[in-house]
């Protein structure tokens, strides 16, 4: 038998000591080590120009940072304001055609499932791939692309049952038969957590705030050479735009666009949340995707099944490389059960008739014994 100890001590995170904390795929816990960081922000926030140049500075490292997990460059990694708008931007930057159309499937995220919803206006068809049981098919996916699917776009980590998609087959496919389709992945739930290939995706965005364990405001977001080719911008500004300093504080009546990562970032981003974003990337880093991935999988095996030794239908796959750090099972009053298991002190996320129980480098088998003998206990 084996066991299952944290990869990284609880005492690192605020309040762990208090709490089973089952529910990164809601809110991850904050890591103390962000007290150091915000002071650091606070004193170059204060020191005018240089200040600001080392935050800056910072801030690249994180894209670099973003880019080793990601295994793509740094300079391809832009910091979007949310995940949401990663999607949003490629809907409004793409050309469309009437008789175009979108594939994308009907657990989606609304974020991923809703982003094309003014395109229908212009004639463009939104195909949603139904799940099967709970379950997608890559296969089922890629059978919906045709020669006019400008994009396919998914959640690698589905929020809904935990389902960690293929990418790679599902950009093997494409390239095979609609080599000009690009493919947006939200790795949202992934990032963090699982591989993610964004080198294989035309578009990967993820919010930071969960897997990633940084908080709102900030959503890094590579964007392939090819789709950035294909793609025009949506929004301007100082940031994205080539103003200076060649015209002085004059303007002329063009300007060129900037490329990535600037080409995302018409104005500032969030800096105190990339420098969150770079301490909390150092720490899975560190730890190593990998061994985090295995973890993971591990507390997923043992949820999935003391949940099935209780009775309950969990809607997560069975194969190990299908699994997520989220494991769900169906409940009809799921935010009925999120707060009895709450009243003891037990974190997860219940709504839309399932309850997501998500299992992160920090937790271990005694969170997972302690979930199952309260859901024993209550239900
Ligand atoms: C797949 C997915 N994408 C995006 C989000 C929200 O991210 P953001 O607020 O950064 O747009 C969530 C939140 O639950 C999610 O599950």
């Not at 080599?179 to 739930?189: G, M, Q």
């Not at 940031?239 to 303007?251: C, D, I, S």
């Not at 003891?344 to 088998?365: K, P, T």
Request: a negative charge; proline letters at 4%.
């Amino acid at each position: 038998v084996t066991s299952n100890e944290p990869l990284l001590p609880k005492d690192l995170f605020v309040g762990l000591e208090q709490v089973t904390h089952l529910c990164t795929g809601g809110e991850a816990p904050w890591l103390r080590g962000f007290e150091e960081v915000y002071k650091e922000f606070a004193r170059l926030k204060s020191d005018g120009l240089a200040g600001r140049e080392r935050v800056y500075e910072i801030g690249d490292e994180c894209r670099d940072l973003m880019g080793q997990l990601w295994g793509v460059p740094g300079h391809r990694i832009a910091f979007m304001p949310s995940a949401t708008e990663g999607m949003n931007w490629l809907a409004r930057g793409l050309g469309w055609k009437p008789g175009d159309n979108v594939v994308t499937d009907n657990l989606e995220f609304p974020s991923v499932a809703y982003a094309w919803r003014d395109l229908a206006e212009a004639g463009v068809e939104i195909r949603m791939v139904e799940h099967d049981d709970f379950h997608i098919d890559e296969d089922a996916l890629l059978s919906e692309v045709d020669a006019r699917t400008r994009v396919l776009a998914v959640s690698q980590v589905s929020f809904y049952t935990g389902q960690n998609l293929d990418i790679r087959r599902l950009a093997l496919g494409l390239r095979t038969s609609a080599p000009s389709t690009l493919l947006a992945v939200d790795a949202t739930h992934a990032a963090g957590v699982v591989d993610v290939w964004a080198a294989v995706t035309d578009l990967c965005v993820s919010s930071s705030y969960k897997w990633l364990l940084a908080t709102h405001g900030t959503a890094p977001c590579f964007l392939s050479e090819r789709a950035e080719s294909m793609t025009r911008g949506s929004s301007y500004g100082w940031h994205n735009l080539a103003v200076w300093p060649a015209q002085g504080a004059e303007r002329a009546p063009t300007v060129d666009e900037k490329l990535m990562p600037m080409r995302l970032e018409p104005g500032n981003p969030a800096m105190v949340v990339v420098l969150f974003l770079h301490h909390a990337l150092s720490q899975l880093l560190e730890v190593g995707i990998g061994p985090i991935q295995e973890h993971a999988w591990n507390l997923s095996e043992r949820i999935d099944a003391g949940l099935r030794d209780l009775g309950h239908t969990v809607i997560s796959p069975s194969a190990r490389v299908a699994r997520s750090g989220n494991t769900c099972f169906l409940v009809p009053d799921a935010a009925a059960l999120q707060e009895d298991l709450a009243r003891e002190r037990v974190l997860v996320w219940g709504e839309y008739g399932r309850v997501r129980i998500s299992g992160h480098l920090y937790n271990d088998d005694s969170d997972v014994d302690r979930i199952l003998e309260i859901l024993a206990k209550i239900r």
